[in-house]
């Protein structure tokens, strides 16, 4: 079955700090990947995909993530965090021919001035 | 340039209410479908719909019905509002192959 695992609930760094965003995922097939962000009260908001070709992809807002097949990872970074990206992320995986993504559980990120 | 919109934006029920929230793209996507989003649980499908007249259940299913008719409308209807049924109710749609799923702006719904 397939599922989407975020390890961290909640993560604290200070603005200008880098960030990594962890993400792992179980699918059968090529799966296709995505990271969401939520700010609070709001609906999601698409930060980035991935669904075939280069492992690295660029987001919008500085972010980005690498695709690594051999560990299912789908990290996401950034290398300087700004007070606006505190949110929740959400890590996704979905198929080709639905629009049934399976979600993780989230990772709430807090910027320190 | 609406995309996928969902009504109520809020809504308070009392136990053994029933309501449907409503659910509308205008970008003819084939599949559509409704997730809830509690605290820590991040977001769990309840119903998806691969195309008019086809539905199908998700995680979570129990207490919800969805139904069809058209292309642009995919309905929650909760038959006898239960507590458990607190929750942010998210919409959507996408098209076939390689594309995106846009979410609509959700729902904010409280059983009481």
């Known amino acids: 079955a397939q599922s989407v695992t975020q390890p961290d609930i909640h993560i604290t760094v200070s603005e200008g700090a880098s960030l990594e965003l962890r993400c792992n995922y179980s699918?059968?097939?090529?799966?296709?990947l995505f990271w969401y962000v939520q700010s609070p009260g709001q609906g999601l908001q698409l930060l980035l995909k991935?669904?075939?070709?280069?492992?690295l992809v660029q987001g919008i807002k500085g972010f980005e993530a690498e695709f690594k097949r051999s560990q299912s990872s789908f990290n996401l970074r950034k290398p300087s965090v700004h007070w606006s990206d505190a949110a929740e992320y959400f890590c996704?995986?979905?198929?080709?021919?639905?629009?049934?993504?399976?979600f993780g559980t989230g990772t709430r990120l807090q910027v320190f001035p | 340039n609406a995309g996928v919109t969902q009504t109520p934006k809020f809504q308070v029920l009392k136990t053994g209410q029933s309501m449907t929230l409503q659910c509308a793209q205008d970008?003819?996507?084939?599949?559509m479908s409704w997730y809830r989003q509690d605290p820590g649980m991040g977001l769990r499908l309840i119903h998806y719909?691969?195309?008019?007249?086809?539905?199908d259940q998700g995680e979570v299913p129990n207490g919800y019905n969805v139904s069809r008719s058209t292309t642009e409308d995919f309905p929650l209807r909760l038959l006898s509002a239960a507590p458990s049924q607190t929750s942010v109710y998210f919409c959507?749609?996408?098209?076939?192959?390689?594309?995106?799923?846009?979410f609509g702006q959700g729902t904010r719904l409280t059983v009481v």
């Open positions: 719909s691969v195309g008019a007249g086809i539905t």
């Open positions: 959507a749609s996408k098209g076939g192959g390689f594309s995106l799923a846009f």
């Open positions: 970008m003819n996507h084939e599949y």
């Open positions: 996704a995986v979905g198929a080709e021919n639905t629009d049934k993504l399976i």
């Open positions: 699918y059968g097939a090529t799966p296709y």
């Open positions: 991935y669904f075939s070709g280069d492992t």
